[in-house]
């Protein structure tokens, strides 16, 4: 007759193999089921959880994290390399991201500095509009074109505000009637429109033929 223990353990047996040789301690359960060959004597059988090894016939020791497999075992290298290489990746996505954010958050703070300082450069074309003087018609053309050559080589460039009216680059501020050119085309621009690499910093302000 079966004593107690005995009928408990065998009640209790995984199903793995004909005899659990887990020990008094094993924990098998149909759902985590040791190996064909289980062999985890004294241990916690651990066979079969997430984190396992990869070799043959692993009993990992589940309370002291440590490999019994044996000195050629190279599972946990493995392990940490897959690991290293996650985080190597997901920082150099992430300095990608950061590399793009300050390129835009410098051009955008670019383009504000230049938007703040086109009205002082819109006063030079009032100038030249009611200036009647040519020697001071001359000095006042030579300051505005040492300042639009400077900013042409700082990437900004003007706006073409002549031929066929362009909504993505002109901005109609008035209509008329008389020019002698076709509908839809720009009689005259009355304000600089500038361009930083493809974005506009402001649209050029001009008079269209209805």
Do not use: W
Not at 165 to 173: D, I
Request: glycine letters at 6%; charged letters at 35%; hydrophobic letters at 25%.
């Amino acid at each position: 007759m079966k004593d107690k223990h005995t009928q408990d353990l065998e009640e209790e047996s995984c199903g793995c193999c004909d005899e659990c040789n887990c020990g008094d301690d094993c924990q098998c359960t149909e759902d985590n089921k040791c190996s064909e060959e289980c062999t985890c004597g004294e241990h916690q059988c651990n066979c079969n959880k997430e984190h396992k090894c990869e070799c043959e016939n692993c009993h990992c020791d589940d309370n002291e994290a440590e490999c019994e497999c044996g000195s050629d075992c190279d599972c946990h290298e493995k392990n940490y390399l897959a690991d290293l290489q996650r985080v190597q990746a997901e920082f150099d996505n992430y300095r990608k991201r950061m590399v793009t954010a300050l390129g835009d958050a410098r051009q955008d703070g670019f383009m504000d500095a230049i938007e703040q300082f086109l009205p002082a450069l819109d006063s030079f074309k009032m100038a030249t509009d009611m200036i009647t003087d040519k020697n001071t018609l001359v000095g006042i053309k030579f300051i505005e074109k040492g300042i639009l050559d400077t900013l042409a080589k700082m990437g900004v460039e003007q706006v073409d505000a002549t031929g066929e009216f362009n909504p993505e680059l002109h901005q109609a501020v008035d209509t008329d009637n008389t020019a002698d050119v076709e509908t839809g085309y720009i009689v005259k621009e009355m304000f600089k429109g500038f361009t930083y690499k493809g974005k506009v910093i402001r649209y050029s302000q001009v008079v269209v033929k209805k």
